[in-house]
């Protein structure tokens, strides 16, 4: 169960904008977001359209039904969907609902983490606006930056035992409960799960390294794996959670494929399919456990970053997400930016806005779920 909680000022500052295009830019941490968008949506009394993944719509045929009826449409990940790109154009252009993209493009399940935005968000946006401007040079276009943060309404001591308990009767003999605090049975046990996937990888960790690097090299390791696999060359200086995203979006393209003309092409595009799902696995799990940094619960020991981890691992553990709560989803609104105030730099340098417009909207997100997480870190501490 989660509430939703958005301050006056900031319901205040989407309000000031009705009747203007605007594309809204949320975090997407967990899940639940789309659920909260919609919740919004009635908040202002106006409906929003959607674009998510195909999958959300191939998961739960229901669920797809629901959301197709309530302005959702779908985009093959990591393809050229052209299709899905002309209505994300068209939308924008008609301007008679609003649009909301996640522009993180995947989970990570982690509240307080924000992965790099994808520049094809705005790209398209520009678009969109090429062609507004054409007929009205001085028209709007806002992106507006969402932040979501979830916090847990009660003491949750509890459900952490419970859960560190789960975790330790799959990893330990009986009788055996390592650590006495909560952090250090949290450590013990993602030191035991690392330590596992070390041996199944055959990497060895240095004799000098910390949990933090032994981490960062497992993560290193397997997604390095996945990339020669799928035959990608990633560049130098490009995230690592940017690149188990393009990972995901390569493998996307695999499943989504189409199959060959006799049967035994039919054979070996359902042989790559295959392979391609069992690297699913192993980029869930980058995501659900190695994608965990050592200082995560570490520098901000509240009970949100603790669950964020058991969950994760829970994940691994048990291939099942455990719902925890009550919770409450506070909503933070940043400032827009309006692309028209943009748009005679992006004539003379495409690229280089795009690429700016996207970091300052990034940036933004993160700066307030910072502050949302500053000013609830006192709530409910935990261990």
């Given amino acids: 169960m989660v509430d939703v909680d958005i301050r006056d000022q900031d319901l205040k500052k989407l309000q000031s904008l009705k009747g203007a295009r605007c594309l809204l830019l949320p975090s997407h941490s967990g899940g639940f977001e789309p659920y909260i968008l919609i919740y919004l949506s009635k908040l202002l009394r106006e409906d ?9 719509f191939e998961k739960n045929v229901l669920v797809g039904w629901i959301l ?18 002309m209505m994300t154009k068209r939308l924008l252009i008609e301007g008679q609902r609003w649009l909301v ?40 276009l806002h992106c507006i930056p969402i932040s979501i943060k979830y916090v847990y309404l009660e003491n949750m001591d509890r459900e952490i035992d419970e859960s560190l308990a789960r975790l330790e009767s ?11 605090t909560c952090l250090q049975r949290l450590r013990d046990i993602s030191e035991a799960v690392l330590a596992a996937n070390e041996k199944k990888h055959g990497v060895q960790p240095g004799a000098a390294d910390g949990l933090g690097e032994r981490i960062q090299r497992m993560k290193e390791h397997i997604v390095r794996m996945i990339e020669r696999q799928l035959e990608i060359n990633p560049r130098s200086d490009q995230p690592l959670l940017d690149r188990i995203r393009t990972c995901f979006n390569s493998v996307d393209r695999i499943l989504e494929g189409t199959t060959g003309s006799c049967a035994y ?6 042989e790559r399919q295959q392979a391609a799902r069992d690297l699913y696995h192993d980029l869930w799990r980058v995501l659900q456990f190695v994608a965990i940094y050592d200082d995560y619960v570490r520098e901000m020991t509240t009970v949100e970053r603790f669950m964020d981890v058991l969950c994760l691992l829970e994940m691994e ?22 692309l028209l105030d943009y748009f005679p730099k992006y ?28 000013e609830h870190s006192n709530q409910h501490k935990t261990c």
């Fill in 48 to 56: 929003f359209h959607y674009l998510a993944a195909m999958e959300v």
């Fill in 101 to 140: 993209i996640f522009p993180e493009g995947q989970t990570v399940w982690q509240n307080d983490t924000v992965i790099p935005f994808q520049e094809g968000v705005i790209q398209l946006a520009f678009k969109a606006y090429e062609e507004i401007a054409r007929a009205h040079p001085q028209e709007s």
């Fill in 347 to 374: 004539k003379t340098g495409k690229h280089s806005v795009i690429q700016n417009i996207t970091l300052d909207l990034e940036s933004s997100v993160r700066a307030m779920l910072e502050q949302l997480a500053a």
């Fill in 265 to 270: 092409e039919q054979k070996l595009f359902a």
């Fill in 317 to 338: 553990l048990f291939n099942q997400r455990r719902m925890w709560g009550p919770r409450k989803a506070f909503v933070k609104v940043g400032e827009p930016l309006d």
């Fill in 170 to 180: 799959q990893l330990f003999p009986p009788g055996i409960r390592p650590g006495k």
């Fill in 68 to 85: 197709q009826r309530m302005g959702a449409y779908s985009i093959i990940r990591g393809t050229a969907d052209r299709p899905s790109f």
